[in-house]
């Protein structure tokens, strides 16, 4: 498995409370990224980063922002949670080649109530 | 048109038989063509990518790829119970190297 966890793996939380969630790599690669499966929707991009200090936005960002300060970790912060919100949310990492694979960590499941 | 489209299934084989998944995409610029399974309740792990016109063959499973018909296709052969999983097509636009996806076929084989 590719050198990839998340914290933490589970986490319920109440409609308007800040949640960050981490992703930490060993892998030394460049891009991270963050995605949010539901049922229906499929796996799709909250935000990525493509080095340190170096983020943007993916196809369903609104209500969440990223940091990375460090290569390896790269923060993904619901600043205050909605129940729309709930999810399973996957951190991937990534070298630069648009062949290269995306690999992925074992996901947060994120309940917010 | 969603950008990245699979049947949802489930697709239902009999074990030692073929399973055919397709995906279409709509970006025409769309560069490399990965398959990923995913268990229940597991994360996405990859099977294999593709980017050449034609076919690519490791082991059981073969991707296919057709540029100008935009779609790309997985062929398990000799299918296996622990086959059983949904199978997520991802498209890489090459901008940003990010991967859309679909939304996955849930393959069931039976013994």
């Known amino acids: 498995d590719a050198g990839i966890t998340q914290s933490p793996r589970h986490k319920v939380t109440e409609t308007g409370t800040p949640v960050t969630l981490r992703c930490h790599q060993t892998e030394n690669h460049r891009y991270m990224y963050w995605y949010r499966q539901d049922p229906g929707h499929g796996l799709r991009l909250i935000h990525y980063?493509?080095?340190?200090?170096?983020?943007d936005k993916g196809e369903v960002s609104d209500g969440y922002s990223v940091s990375r300060s460090k290569t390896e970790d790269f923060l993904l912060t619901l600043e205050s949670a909605t129940s729309s919100q709930t999810s399973v949310y996957f951190c991937?990492?990534?070298?630069?080649?648009?062949?290269?694979?995306?690999?992925f960590g074992p996901g947060t499941r994120l309940t917010v109530l | 048109q969603k950008e990245v489209e699979q049947n949802s299934g489930p697709l239902s084989v009999p074990e030692g038989a073929i399973a055919s998944l397709n995906c279409t995409y709509s970006d025409r610029g769309s560069q490399s063509f990965f398959w990923y399974r995913q268990y229940s309740g597991k994360s996405p792990e990859l099977i294999m990518f593709?980017?050449?016109?034609g076919d690519k063959e490791d082991g059981r499973f073969t991707a296919q790829l057709n540029k100008a018909s935009q779609y790309v296709s997985l062929l398990i052969r000799d299918s296996q119970p622990s086959d059983s999983a949904t199978y997520l097509c991802?498209?890489?636009?090459?901008?940003?190297?990010?991967?859309?996806f679909g939304g996955g076929t849930r393959v069931l084989v039976k013994p």
């Open positions: 593709i980017y050449s016109n």
């Open positions: 980063s493509y080095g340190v200090k170096d983020t």
């Open positions: 991802a498209v890489n636009r090459a901008a940003g190297n990010k991967l859309t």
């Open positions: 991937a990492i990534s070298g630069t080649g648009t062949t290269d694979t995306q690999y």
